[in-house]
């Protein structure tokens, strides 16, 4: 077999699960998959770990992380590690999407995983369902490391990666990075705050409103409701999630105006369209959109790095329909529109 590229490990192998858990353990990076994007991983109780999370992102350093655990029993003993004995909305949320794409924030237990928390009295606790994140977690329980932090394995501010080699594009070879196939939700976790007494929803993501309140019992509130919005969640700048080139969301009919004046010039151009539009250049990228909103939202990220790749200097997107099970893929395109 060939090896693989850098320091790319084939997930399903024991020994790369062995070998990333001891890194680990020993305060290093790991990169690692999940279903929603990959990861860039830390042991969440070790603060001199965490601050390497940081650094190697360039992120400031009271942004706070997403600490992972595992599923089952060792998941319930590392809630309780975590986070305070959590609301019966929360408790619910847990019940219906755990392990899943859902970040749930929770009063954090005093002095625990300070540092991945960026200091703040809450912790973002997520248990991702993608089999080599388990694993992973597992192996790391084992070695006595209860949760992961782990942003998304990219640099500050640009898109999260959903396979093996967008992660090592990002870090270079010296990173570990456990190799779980394309992620197949494609975009981050829903995040719903429950450390305010009702349901928040600070990141949409491919649970949907609907299914989050049919499960909770409860009304799901917007984070504008908020008498203070926490000006310091990353994910809700307004401009983040940016490729290289300039993208911009257009309707159909606006689209098709704007290749209408192009005529046969149009370099540096790419198309992202559910409509089939009619076009007289062959040198603008087109590619087509599929019509549903999660096959959508698993090929975003790596579709608009292929864009990149090519060398477009524009990004012109079909803007996605104002429909709930579009929310998550609509913000993720607004904010890269936004940068
Ligand atoms: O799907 C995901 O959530 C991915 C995978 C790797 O799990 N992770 C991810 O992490 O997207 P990151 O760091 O790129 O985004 C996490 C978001 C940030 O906007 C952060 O501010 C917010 O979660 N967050 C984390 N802990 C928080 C807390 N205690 N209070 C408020 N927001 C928090
Ligand atoms: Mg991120």
């Known amino acids: 077999m060939l090896e693989a590229p850098g320091m790319i490990r084939d997930g399903r192998l024991p020994e790369t699960l062995v070998e990333a ?3 680990l353990r020993a305060g290093g990076l790991v990169a690692f998959p999940t279903e929603t994007v990959y990861g860039l991983g830390a042991d969440a109780t070790n603060d001199q770990a965490v601050a390497g999370i940081f650094a ?3 992120r400031p350093s009271d942004h706070p992380l997403i600490v992972h ?3 089952g029993p060792r998941g319930t003993e590392a809630l309780s590690r975590f986070a305070q004995p959590l609301p019966l909305f929360a408790q619910r949320l847990v019940q219906a999407f755990w392990p899943g794409p859902l970040t749930l924030i929770l009063t954090r237990q005093p002095g625990v995983a300070g540092a991945a928390a960026g200091g703040e009295d809450t912790v973002g606790l997520r248990c991702p369902s993608h089999p080599v994140a388990q694993a992973l977690l597992a192996a790391c329980a084992e070695q006595g490391v209860a949760g992961l932090a782990g942003p998304s394995a990219n640099r500050f501010g640009r898109i999260s990666p959903t396979l093996a080699a967008h992660v090592a594009e990002e870090f270079g070879d010296a990173l570990l990075v456990v190799d779980g196939g394309a992620c197949d939700v494609g975009i981050e976790s829903t995040i719903v705050d429950c450390s305010r007494g009702a349901p928040v929803l600070l990141r949409p993501g491919v649970i949907t409103r609907a299914q989050i309140e ?5 009304v799901l509130r917007d984070k504008a409701d908020l008498a203070a919005p926490d000006p310091r969640a ?5 401009a983040h999630y940016a490729p290289n080139a300039k993208v911009r969301l257009m309707d159909a009919r606006a689209l098709q105006s704007a290749l209408d004046i192009l005529g046969a010039s149009g370099a540096h151009i790419a198309v992202w369209s559910r409509t089939v539009l ?3 250049s ?3 990228l087109q590619r087509r959109m599929p019509d549903d909103a999660l096959a959508v939202a698993q090929q975003l990220f790596a579709v608009l790095r292929e864009f990149d790749a090519a060398g477009v200097k524009l990004i012109w997107v079909e803007t996605p329909p104002a429909t709930p099970e579009w929310e998550g893929v609509a913000d993720r395109l607004q904010r890269a529109a936004a940068a």
């Not at 990353?234 to 307004?238: R, V």
């Open 282 to 284: 062959s040198r603008i």
């Open 69 to 71: 655990v595992a599923a």
């Open 214 to 218: 049919a499960a909770c019992g409860q």
């Open 278 to 280: 009619k076009q007289r």
């Open 234 to 238: 990353p994910g809700t700048l307004e």
């Open 56 to 58: 190697a992102k360039g």
């Open 21 to 23: 858990a001891r890194v």
